[in-house]
């Protein structure tokens, strides 16, 4: 109550003190009121009594006023706010509540917290309002189509090296995989690959963007001019062997769930990995083997299809043989190869003069024909550089200088016909 000559009440209660008027003054029956509220006739009599003993004031709630019954306890709603000021200011409300219940033992809603940050004045994180895009609707069956990123991002907050995370969430349910890795390349995406076959098995399909690690940007070759095909990437090899369609994303909204996905765990997981102090890949990646599964229990969603699109994974050899780095080289006359500044030499007799070199996944190195390894030993001996035949370069010669008793240089000997000419020409 206001004061004592104004009632404050609901449009509802208003409603009902209008009706019960009505029945008061007998121009309608108790049972058509009650009727009309959508009350029994025996809570309306029950009304009209307090009503009739109390005035108006009878239709208002008795509690009104009053603290609940199951109001939390004042100490506890100081000291989440506490912990919230000092320790979880940048997590979401949602977020928070669940550290509470589970660090603290502090069961509350995320609206009853937002209440409490209000009121005490606390800011806490909020919801960017986003642009309207139109949904593209979910694939039907789990593993039909796994969309695949790496997100680089600062995860341990300065506590340790900048690292890339390898995520993985299943269109249809939502179920997320993921890995670790210093860099976003070739290996990480082919090992981070092989880490969910052997969780999930091989999808039917992958939809990643085009880093030059899903795609490749050369030039094609005369052989690929000729037969119509475009180069592939090592990672797309890999996946068309494995009978894996792979689709490549015009842009990040395209793939909206990875992104999504990406934009979550920077929230929460960086959070909960600073709550346990972690600082390093090796440690984090212990930490998603517990993560995850909780993580997919909370947000998996069930697919429209009960169906599993994954088939089996393959033996571990040969997934060892798929998943991996393989270029061409020719062998040369001397049963030579070379491969990243590297010679290798081929220790038995092949007919084949261009040989398959894997770099797989466990950093070994194996050079195969046809399927079949060879063996061969690395070179550790740098061959002699052999002497191009130049012609011999010459001096220039300087002239040369007679001395001065030199026949050339003496006077003259005059013979006696000489004499006798120059003595008929005197005058």
């Known amino acids: 109550m206001a004061d004592k000559d104004m009632i404050t009440m609901s449009r509802r209660e208003s409603n009902r003190l209008h009706l019960i008027h009505q029945a008061l003054d007998r121009k309608m029956t108790q049972v058509a009121a009650a009727e009309v509220l959508g009350l029994s006739a025996r809570q309306f009599r029950r009304l009209i009594k307090r009503v009739r003993a109390e ?4 239709i208002c709630h008795r509690s009104r006023g009053r603290a609940s019954n199951n109001q939390i306890a ?21 977020h928070a509540t669940e550290i509470l219940t589970a660090d603290h033992g502090i069961a509350l809603s995320d609206e009853t917290l937002r209440l409490w940050l ?12 986003r642009k309207h895009r139109q949904q593209r609707e979910r694939k039907a069956c789990f593993g039909e189509l796994v969309q695949i990123d790496g997100s680089h991002h600062d995860w341990f907050e300065g506590r340790g090296p900048v690292c890339v995370f390898m995520g993985y969430i299943d269109d249809a349910t939502g179920t997320v995989f993921g890995r670790f890795y210093d860099y976003e390349g070739t290996l990480p995406a082919l090992d981070s690959m092989k880490r969910y076959i052997r969780h999930y098995g091989i ?21 690929e001019q000729l037969t119509g095909q475009e180069p592939l990437s090592h990672f797309e090899k890999s996946m068309a062997a ?7 994303a015009n842009s990040p909204q395209a793939k909206g769930r990875v992104e999504r996905l990406f934009k979550t765990l920077q ?7 600073r709550l346990r102090g972690i600082k390093s890949v090796d440690e984090a990646n212990v930490f998603l083997e517990t993560y995850l599964p909780k993580y997919n229990s909370r947000f998996r969603k069930a697919a429209r299809e009960k169906a599993d699109l994954h088939r089996p994974a393959l033996h571990a050899r040969e997934l060892d043989r798929i998943l991996c780095i393989k270029e061409e080289r020719t062998v040369k006359n001397d049963f030579t190869i070379a491969y990243n500044g590297k010679r290798y030499q081929i220790e038995q007799m092949t007919r084949a003069r261009k040989v398959t070199v894997e770099e797989r996944l466990d950093g070994s190195l194996h050079i195969t024909y046809q399927g079949q390894d060879l063996r061969y030993r690395m070179i550790t001996e740098q061959a002699p550089k052999e002497k191009p035949n130049k012609p011999p370069i010459l001096a220039a010669r300087k002239p040369r200088i007679p001395p001065a008793d030199h026949p050339w240089k003496k006077r003259p000997i005059l013979t006696p016909r000489r004499r006798r000419v120059e003595t008929l020409s005197a005058p």
């Open 242 to 248: 494995l009978e894996v369609v792979v689709i490549h």
């Open 203 to 223: 999808p039917q399909s992958v939809y990643l963007d085009k880093h030059t690690t899903y795609r490749s940007w050369a030039k094609p070759t005369i052989d």
């Open 267 to 273: 929230d929460r997981l960086v959070r909960e990995m």
């Open 74 to 94: 004042r100490k506890t709603k100081d000291r989440v706010i506490r912990l919230f000021r000092h320790k979880y200011a940048d997590f979401n409300l949602a």
């Open 118 to 129: 209000n009121e005490a004045g606390v800011p806490y994180k909020r919801r960017r309002v």
């Open 55 to 58: 005035g108006d004031e009878g």
